[in-house]
């Protein structure tokens, strides 16, 4: 029996993107670090460091289960989080360079997850395929956004 969307491109993206959601997760069980994790590292890595409540508001988690995320991290000395000198009330979280190592390895990870979901396609359609998706997001959403 056909699914009533299965020919909606938003009902396929969704389907696609649960799929590729779990091999991300498949890929990072290997080891004992979590899609959240890789996120605040990347980051931190592409954008550079970040008061606490913006990194939050950037990967729209819950500030509180992102300051559990950064405790973990920071035990583990891959990130470190200082008073903010024009408030200190404030932290200001930056990648360490052995969180630049640490993102190195899980770069390798999701890029073998990568792989995997699109491993049907010539490397000519995952090209073309990402740059369509591209198109299709929103603009504060897109690769070259600020």
Not at 90 to 98: G, Y
Not at 106 to 124: E, I, R, W
């Amino acid at each position: 029996m056909t699914h009533r969307l299965s020919d909606r491109v938003v009902w396929l993206v969704g389907r696609v993107s649960l799929h590729a959601q779990r091999l991300v997760q498949d890929q990072l069980a290997t080891g004992p670090h979590r899609k959240q994790h890789y996120g605040i590292l990347a980051s931190l890595a592409d954008r550079g460091p970040a008061v606490q409540a913006q990194l939050a508001d950037r990967l729209q988690l819950d500030r509180s289960d992102l300051v559990s995320f950064l405790d973990e991290l920071e035990a583990a000395r891959y990130v470190v989080r200082r008073g903010d000198p024009d408030d200190r009330r404030r932290k200001i979280v930056a990648i360490t360079p052995r969180g630049q190592k640490l993102l190195r390895e899980l770069d390798l990870l999701v890029y073998s997850a990568d792989d995997q979901l699109l491993a049907a396609l010539s490397p000519d359609e995952r090209v073309t395929l990402a740059r369509l998706l591209a198109r299709v997001l929103p603009d504060a959403d897109r690769p070259d956004a600020g």
